[in-house]
């Protein structure tokens, strides 16, 4: 459902003693356990000096980290604004206070004089200022003053997550099948969450096609982004359930609910044991066409669920969350015990790794000193762009996966590329980390690992045929490929029903790389969100894609769809689809066409 159709708001409901949240189901099952509502907490930060020559620096570092908090409050604000009355007197006082706060020249000017006078940090310049500012207030015998205090505190806390980039690793001491609430969960954040242990999530900001959320159906986690209320509403150690297919969150459920969404999260258990029967079927279509199903992986942990889905090999390892919540680089020896973990795990079936990726909403903080802020981080220095401008970085990277591949059959993919020179420059860094590794006498990947290029910006798409000519394979990132194309932040709900993949124009850049990927003999696959969901097989297959890659808790589903279609058929409403130049009529003939599956 769009976010326009599930704005977030709070509203009394029979079935919770306390009322129903709704937010964006962005990850399908039902979690039903104690809340563990995320406290921002004292952040602990060094105090150190900072030389005459980077005071300017240091200011501007402190000024875009408060920019970032005042945005991040923005979009509360704006989203408060949809809900009832009631709630939104009680929501609004308090995010006024803190953007006031955000844009008070006592705290910015104040720190900013901190770091000049005192020549010290901007973290350690924060924590001196709003010290000052709350022993100021609490010194005052007054109840709005002592909780105006409070809100400094948590303004302060604010800054600091921004400038620290602090993620939540408090989720060790997080009781067994708890709920987690947070005001926002960044993909660093939620790598940190064991599934094992974790019941779901629910977030006040967040969008379907974030990171975030993608990383939520990845690990099988029920969750609701975007309900903006829910860490102020919802206390720690209640019962609430979390509806992962609606959106909703019930508070203090009555037994009725609790029987309701018991029987509904038994019957989904049920599907889901259905559909692992499939695991070893192949996903042939009914007239006899192979379709290659693979998985999606952001860490090794993510192995047995990969085998337990039946998933022929991994079509995408995400190597950027090896450097996440640390403040040391990974050298190549941890890369390379990693990546050979996940390569001798799969057995034997193919593995593609994708070269370092981050920037954006996915940040490491142990690169913190190599990525300048930019005022558009997804347009700024990420994923090859950076490994091009530190290649210590890339062939450390490429010295771990050729490493690795001795160990079983790997594929070098370069994420956002934008052009066929970067291609060859990755290729003469390969080159050069091949002729050092075999001077030490390392065992390597032999014959040496395919090198392929991400197709996620417009500008690649419309050079797939030159592109073609320099890879060994292509992999279509429809989720950024979506977003660069439509000029739409995936990650922002406010413009999340405008991100659509069916837009003919997106549409024409996949069929446009496919086909040329087809006319060189290149493998191709699709390694977005839309490869696993099983509404856009038939026309995915029916493009000539032969190869998806998807979250592994995907996989049943997609296979279950791809053996109930015809290829040719599929490939005639394909063509019919690309002759459209409506997304609502696309919609309807490719809904119509799985109808009648």
């Known amino acids: ?14 079935g919770g003693k306390r009322g129903l949240l709704e937010g964006i189901g962005v990850s399908a099952g039902i979690a039903i356990g104690p809340a563990h509502v995320l406290e921002a907490g004292a952040i602990q930060v060094p105090e150190y ?22 945005k991040q409050v923005r979009k509360l604000r704006r989203k408060a604004e949809a809900l009832p009355a009631g709630v939104l007197d009680e929501l609004g006082p308090l995010l006024e206070a803190h953007a006031a706060m955000l844009g008070s020249s006592r705290l910015a000017g104040g720190v900013a004089t901190t770091i000049r006078e005192r020549r010290i940090n901007a973290e350690a310049a924060v924590q001196s200022v709003v010290s000052d500012m709350v022993r100021s207030l609490s010194a005052v015998n007054d109840a709005y003053l002592a909780a105006r205090a409070q809100d400094v505190r948590e303004v302060g806390d604010r800054i600091l997550r921004q400038l620290t980039e602090t993620p939540y690793h408090a989720f060790a001491h997080v009781p067994e099948g708890a709920i987690i609430i947070a005001e926002e969960l960044s993909p660093a954040d939620t790598a940190l969450l064991d599934p094992a242990k974790i019941g779901g999530f629910v977030t006040a ?43 909703r969150i019930v508070l203090d459920p009555d037994e009725d609910s609790l029987t ?33 199903l693979l998985a999606n992986m952001e860490l090794p942990r993510d192995l047995e669920i990969a085998a337990d889905r039946g998933a022929e ?25 990693a990546l050979r973990q996940v390569v001798e795990g799969m057995a034997g079936k ?93 065992r390597i990947a032999d014959p040496l690992p395919p090198l392929g290029a991400m197709i996620e910006v417009p500008a690649a798409a419309l050079s797939a045929d030159a592109l073609a000519m320099e890879c060994d394979f292509l992999a279509l990132g429809t989720n950024d490929l979506t977003m660069y194309t439509l000029a739409i932040d ?11 993949p069916l837009h003919p124009a997106v549409l024409k850049l996949i069929q446009f790389t496919v086909d040329a ?20 097989a038939p026309l995915l297959v029916g493009l000539g894609v032969k190869e998806l890659s998807m979250s592994a808790t995907a996989l049943p589903r997609v296979k279950q769809r791809i053996r109930r279609l015809s290829f040719a058929p599929a490939t005639q409403r394909a063509r019919a689809i690309m002759d459209q130049l409506d997304e609502g009529r696309i919609a309807v003939l490719l809904d119509d066409f799985n109808d009648g599956l």
């Open 260 to 292: 309701e969404y018991r029987r509904r999260a038994a019957a989904r258990e049920r599907l889901e044991r259905e559909l692992t029967r499939l695991r070893s079927l192949p996903a042939i279509t009914q007239d006899g066409v192979t379709i290659s």
């Open 517 to 536: 990927a087809n006319r060189r003999g290149l493998p191709v696959s699709i390694c977005g969100e839309i490869a696993g969901d099983p509404r856009y």
């Open 490 to 500: 995936r990650g922002d709900e406010q413009v999340a029903d405008l991100y659509n």
């Open 49 to 70: 000096q900072v030389a005459s020559s980077q005071l300017v620096t240091e200011v501007e570092r402190f000024e875009a980290a408060l920019a970032r908090a005042d």
């Open 313 to 337: 090999g991994v079509g995408l390892f995400r190597t950027e969350f090896m450097f996440m919540n640390r403040d040391v680089l990974p050298d190549e020896d941890e890369q390379y015990a």
């Open 1 to 14: 459902m769009k976010t326009t159709e599930r704005r977030a708001r709070a509203r009394q409901d029979k």
């Open 350 to 442: 193919p593995v593609t790794i994708r070269t370092l990726d981050v920037g954006g909403e996915k940040l490491a903080t142990a690169l913190g000193d190599r990525i300048a802020d930019s005022a558009n981080p997804a347009l700024g220095l990420r994923a090859i762009r950076l490994s091009l401008r530190e290649p210590k970085l890339l062939e450390t990277q490429l010295s771990a996966i050729l490493r690795a591949g001795a160990h079983g059959p790997v594929r070098i993919l370069l994420p956002m590329i934008s052009s066929t020179a970067q291609v060859r420059a990755v290729r003469a860094i390969l080159t050069k980390v091949v002729r050092r590794l075999k001077r030490r006498k390392v």
């Open 205 to 247: 900001l967040g969008g379907t096609d974030s990171h975030t959320a993608i990383m939520a159906r990845s690990m099988g986690l029920p969750a609701v982004l975007g309900a903006t209320v829910a860490p102020k509403a919802i206390r720690s150690g209640e019962t609430i359930i979390v509806d992962g297919d609606t959106g």
